[in-house]
């Protein structure tokens, strides 16, 4: 929502504007998205709109497989690595001392 007096521009949300706009960056997958500091928020009715669907254990799992899977992959690809880096020195090691 927005009003307009004169050349002043005032912008403001309502908790239905909220829900809408975490709705449509969840429903179009965005990795987030932005709210203007919401000062007047003195019972924080618009905050808690913005979080209304992260109670939902759905969700939590969602960002637990985002943090994990990461993390898995590359303790995957260091493990790989080392392996590699580690058969590589024995058998240059043991040409070394069959010489």
């Given at each position: 929502?927005?009003?307009?007096?004169?050349?002043?521009?005032?912008?403001?949300?309502?908790?239905?504007?909220?829900?809408?706009?975490?709705?449509?960056?969840?429903?179009?997958?965005?990795?987030?998205?932005?709210?203007?500091?919401?000062?007047?928020?003195?019972?924080?009715?618009?905050?808690?709109?913005?979080?209304?669907?992260e109670k939902d254990p759905r969700n939590k799992?969602?960002?637990?497989?985002?943090?994990?899977?990461?993390?898995?992959?590359?303790?995957?690809?260091?493990?790989?690595?080392?392996?590699?880096?580690?058969?590589?020195?024995?058998?240059?090691?043991?040409?070394?001392?069959?010489?």
């Amino acid at each position: 929502m927005s009003q307009i007096n004169g050349s002043v521009w005032i912008g403001y949300d309502d908790v239905k504007a909220i829900r809408t706009k975490v709705f449509y960056a969840r429903e179009k997958r965005l990795l987030g998205y932005k709210v203007w500091h919401a000062s007047n928020d003195d019972n924080w009715v618009l905050s808690k709109a913005a979080q209304e669907d992260e109670k939902d254990p759905r969700n939590k799992r969602q960002q637990l497989l985002v943090i994990l899977l990461p993390i898995a992959a590359t303790f995957t690809l260091v493990l790989v690595s080392a392996t590699w880096y580690l058969r590589k020195g024995a058998r240059r090691n043991k040409g070394w001392m069959d010489d």
